[in-house]
């Protein structure tokens, strides 16, 4: 038995919680896993998990277990990076959930252009607007674009975005141009993601930050689908400048509320809590900071 590997594979299960959910990252039966770790609790002497039918938890020994098995495999990590970083070649293989629009339009020459620099790094991408669980789906890092961290996220900033109300010529003809932002609330507005009736959009309204409810015609957790019903004059959204940009550039729809600049959002990588951060995942997460925007390091969101 090769101790790294079994510790590797203790520290996902333990992480992931369940022996099928690891055995599908991995491409193994399910069988597998579970000889694997008994073979390990065989070895040490001592019950690592307890396994009941609907959920798996950690002995007192098993959590123990747990964080030593991390501290060596952070350190075994540290030691490949300074090596990988010493002969200046990143290799290994990096998973990462990038979003759908941005990943399409922003990210994926970005990546084009990496893999071609650097071919001892391969790319598992997954296109997706959903927060996924880095460490439960076995992700090394995520792009996201928000405005709202949650608490405890370890991220890198690598740019920003501004958003951009527009709406369609043939709409503002029909129903006029909202001059603030409370007008809005009289309007059609197509809304990402709304999980009900309305949502609320924010503002700069006399340097102060206003939160607006507006009623959602059409919502959708994908903007270049909302930008289409904006198009076809359904209502006013709300979009990222990297969708909307080209949209206002060649008149498809007028940009409203200038003087009403909503918040940035920030373009995040975001990392695993408590892992080493390999130098493969370091070296990517610089090139995007060069060729998006300059980077601010990493940095705990705090509570």
Not at 274 to 280: D, I
Request: hydrophobic residues 45%; aromatic residues 6%.
């Amino acid at each position: 038995m090769d101790r790294l590997d079994a510790m590797q594979l203790f520290v996902r299960v333990a992480e992931v919680g369940s022996f099928a959910a690891v055995a599908q990252q991995l491409g193994v039966a399910r069988s597998v896993v579970t000889r694997r770790i008994a073979a390990l609790e065989t070895h040490l002497g001592v019950k690592l998990i307890a396994r009941s039918t609907r959920q798996l938890s950690l002995t007192s020994e098993g959590a123990a277990y747990l964080e030593r098995c991390r501290v060596i495999l952070n350190l075994v990590d540290v030691a490949e990076a300074d090596v990988a970083h010493d002969q200046s070649r990143p290799r290994g293989r990096i998973r990462a959930s990038v979003p759908l629009s941005f990943g399409l339009r922003r990210l994926t020459p970005l990546l084009v252009d990496f893999s071609r620099e650097h071919p001892e790094v391969g790319l598992e991408l997954d296109y997706t607007d959903r927060r996924v669980n880095l460490i439960e789906e076995g992700f090394d890092l995520s792009v996201r674009v928000t405005s709202r961290l949650e608490p405890g996220d370890i991220v890198r900033r690598l740019a920003a975005s501004r958003l951009r109300v527009v709406a369609a010529p043939s709409y503002l003809d029909s129903h006029g141009v909202p001059a603030t932002p409370r007008e809005l609330a009289q309007h059609e507005c197509l809304g990402y993601a709304a999980r009900g009736e309305t949502q609320s959009w924010h503002f700069r309204v006399d340097d102060r930050p206003e939160q607006v409810h507006v009623r959602c015609r059409i919502a959708a957790n994908n903007g270049d689908a909302l930008m289409a019903a904006a198009v076809a004059g359904l209502g006013v959204t709300m979009q990222p400048d990297f969708i909307a940009d080209d949209y206002i550039a060649d008149g498809r729809v007028q940009l409203l509320l200038e003087d009403f600049i909503a918040p940035d959002m920030g373009v995040y990588a975001v990392l695993p809590s408590n892992r080493h951060v390999p130098h493969r995942v370091r070296v990517l997460m610089d090139y995007l900071a060069t060729r998006l925007a300059p980077g601010v390091g990493d940095e705990p969101h705090p509570r």
